[in-house]
């Protein structure tokens, strides 16, 4: 198979953008964590901090997603790194190589699906090459993050150690909702975090609450009302 031209060498994590969207980047890098130990399993689907060491500045963003207070869930760091430049930016360096395009579609993943940007033609036949010839992983060599990269975390082999940092995985709640997390110190941050983007909401899209009959939509008395009262 001929290699395709492609303006620089793709790292890990622009390869794992590339086939998987940004949630696929994620669990990359929490791969790549786990297994050099800078992130902690403290019980399954719950991770933290514990070196503040990184390679790259998807895995800075990742140990700051996780952090050493509480215990995130892998779907409370894809959350947390939903709005990230540090992620934002493979995307935008995929887009500008002509590998990835501006339409989106859904990524499937353990916890549901993101919208992210769909591969051009150049992109799906780089994906193809690397299938069929993976190249060696300059960031995190020895790590299963190249394998996850290009397949997802389903394709590892060690079954309980994807299920210790994948599973089990917590719905996140819209940001008005606040947190579902059962950790107290989690679900504060979490909450948090919620009422700051709320704030935002309200302030940047006034009319949001308006819609569909909303908090200020007046009320309408019902007529049974008035005929259990004898009135006409």
């Known amino acids: 198979m ?69 215990h995130r869930s892998v779907d409370t760091v894809r959350w947390r790194l939903a709005a990230d430049e540090r992620l934002l930016d493979v995307v935008h360096r995929l887009q500008l190589a002509g590998l990835l395009g501006h339409t989106h579609r859904l990524v499937p993943h353990l916890s549901g699906g993101r919208s992210s ?3 051009t033609h150049e992109g799906r036949r780089v994906l193809r090459h690397l299938e ?18 290009l397949c997802g975390s389903e394709r590892l082999s060690d079954h309980e150690f994807r299920a210790a940092i ?16 059962s950790n107290p110190v989690e679900a504060a941050a979490d909450a948090a975090q919620a009422a700051r983007q709320t704030h935002q909401i309200i302030h940047t899209n006034p009319g949001i609450f308006l819609a569909g009959g909303g908090p200020t939509a007046p009320r309408v008395p019902s007529p049974r009302n008035h005929r259990s009262r004898g009135e006409p």
């Open 132 to 149: 069929a010839q993976p190249p060696a992983d300059a960031i995190a060599g020895g790590t299963d993050a190249m394998l996850v990269a």
């Open 117 to 119: 940007p769909a591969p």
């Open 2 to 70: 001929t290699a395709p031209r492609t303006t620089h060498a793709l790292d890990v994590y622009e390869i794992a953008c590339l086939a998987g969207g940004p949630d696929r980047v994620v669990d990359t890098a929490l791969v790549a964590l786990v297994q050099t130990g800078r992130v902690r399993v403290h019980r399954p689907g719950q991770l933290m901090t514990v070196d503040l060491s990184r390679r790259h500045p998807v895995e800075a963003a990742v140990l700051d997603a996780v952090g050493p207070i509480g």
């Open 166 to 181: 994948f599973e089990p995985g917590r719905t996140v709640s819209p940001v008005w909702r606040g947190s579902r997390s």
